[in-house]
């Protein structure tokens, strides 16, 4: 098959939204924005549309909960989590005013095994291009496929109003990346005062700007399609429309392939970036 080939059987994909395959995952705390101090319950969710749903993960799978503090200050939040145990998931309390980042990693232990058709419409879907060009160049498209997968989520709250230039800050936890193999990194804070017109992202695999990565902005009020996509040019790069009021989610899922002699075809990762807006701000809808 030929790259223009491939691109088009990618752009229908995008064009396609597969219920047999729901793997969107993110933090959803109680409110984006807090006040100082006050005890915050948050749940782990994974899905889209009738399929949204809490996530089963196990608390013993997540390696890493962390809030980074709008000063550079690190916030261990693994042991405010317990997953599946009652309403909420976990909980968390800060103290200081301005944007946090909280970050959370699991491990690559879970696995996913479809049938070819199946495996080949969520490749097509997600923009998995290294899957889907080593399955048609080993002529495996009629093969079962398998994964391993991990989970990289970010989010951001807000502690206290933000204050006017607030982006020129110390929020560089926000606007860097923070080291995870596969990560959005916006380019500005979505909070700051005035709000930025666009959301300018890029998207990092293993340290590198990673491009034709297909990258999601969702709704979660209305999470049965999401409402903006793009590809990532040859710096990782994709421009999104500002967010108006509501919560809200970016996400993205790169692959690579494994040796025949691993469980499974391919390594894979998701990564999500989550934040959300009050109802009102300033008087304004």
């Not at 145990?85 to 968390?92: C, R, S």
Request: overall charge negative; charged content about 20%.
């Amino acid at each position: 098959m030929t790259k223009s080939a491939l691109h088009a059987l990618l752009l229908a994909g995008v064009c396609w939204s597969s219920n047999g395959v729901a793997h969107d995952f993110w933090v959803q705390p109680g409110s984006f924005w807090v006040q100082p101090d006050s005890v915050t319950p948050l749940t782990l969710q994974v899905g889209h549309g009738p399929y949204r749903q809490r996530s089963p993960l196990a608390a013993t799978r997540i390696t890493r909960f962390d809030a980074i503090g709008p000063n550079g200050s690190l916030h261990d939040l693994r042991p405010r989590l317990h997953p599946g145990n009652g309403p909420e998931d976990g909980n968390f309390e800060l103290e200081d005013r301005g944007t946090y980042l909280f970050v959370l990693e699991t491990d690559n232990k879970a696995q996913s095994h479809l049938p070819a058709i199946r495996f080949n419409d969520y490749l097509q879907v997600e923009g998995l291009t290294p899957a889907l060009e080593q399955r048609i160049r080993t002529k495996r498209m009629d093969a079962d496929g398998s994964e391993c997968y991990s989970r990289r989520a970010k989010v951001l709250v807000q502690v206290g109003d933000p204050s006017p230039n607030s982006a020129r800050g110390p929020q560089q936890a926000i606007t860097q990346p923070v080291g995870l193999p596969l990560e959005i990194v916006p380019e500005q804070n979505p909070y700051s005062e005035p709000r930025p017109a666009s959301l300018p992202v890029r998207v990092l695999y293993e340290g590198r700007p990673l491009g034709r990565a297909l990258v999601k902005l969702t709704q979660l009020e209305h999470d049965s399609a999401p409402l903006e996509t793009h590809l990532t040019d040859a710096a990782g790069r994709a421009v999104f429309h500002m967010p108006g009021e509501g919560t809200w989610l970016l996400n993205v899922i790169w692959t690579r392939p494994l040796p025949r002699t691993s469980e499974t075809d391919f390594e894979t990762i998701f990564s999500s970036l989550s934040f959300g807006f009050p109802a009102q701000r300033d008087g304004r809808d």
